[in-house]
């Protein structure tokens, strides 16, 4: 698939994720509040959360605003897989129309980044985002969405050379305070209150 294709295709499926005609089926697929089955958000995957989601979030942000890009107040997470998917889009249609414009350099910019986030971000979670989004969902529109995720995350990750993960990546375990640990900072105990 080339880079023009990429693009089409990254920004075809980040709109399944805002489409308004589809919030039943996501409210069906997702529930009310983040799925801590099949959570839609990149720092909800892998490992202990201790201060790795700050860190992810800072690293994602810094992608964005290397590019000239910054979220939109009221919208998705910055590691929302609908956002890491634009972001994907517009890496590719960058590379596609600097090499439209026979400007290797530009070209060559956006291939390496988004080569980079594919391999620190995107591929690292999403395809096994995916899989239990087609199993989660069992039937309609996100059943072809998340096909069609590991199809073109994988398709780009080979064609950048960036391995993916081996096997199922699974959703981070939430951190839950020792029994009578204050809930806010984990101490044992409550602080007393001050006179």
Known sequence: MDAAALSEEYWTLALAFLDPA??????????????????????QWGGTQTFRQAQDLADIAGFYRAFGLEAAA??????????????????????ASAAAAAEEERAAIARDARRRFIEEH???????????????AGRGPYVDVARRIRAAIS?????????LPAGEV?????????EGACFECGVPGRPEAAP
Request: proline share 8%; glycine share 6%; aromatic share 8%.
């Open 74 to 95: 009221g919208g998705e997470r910055l590691d929302h897989i609908a956002t890491e998917l634009e972001f994907a889009s517009f890496l590719a249609w960058k590379e």
């Open 155 to 163: 398709a780009d990750a080979d064609a950048l050379g960036v391995a």
């Open 22 to 43: 589809l919030e039943e089926e996501r409210r069906r697929v997702f529930g009310h509040i983040m799925s801590a089955d099949c959570p839609p958000c990149e720092t």
């Open 170 to 178: 699974a959703p981070a375990e939430p951190e839950i305070p020792a």
């Open 122 to 136: 995107l591929g690292r979670w999403a395809p096994s985002f995916a899989a239990r989004l087609a199993k989660i």
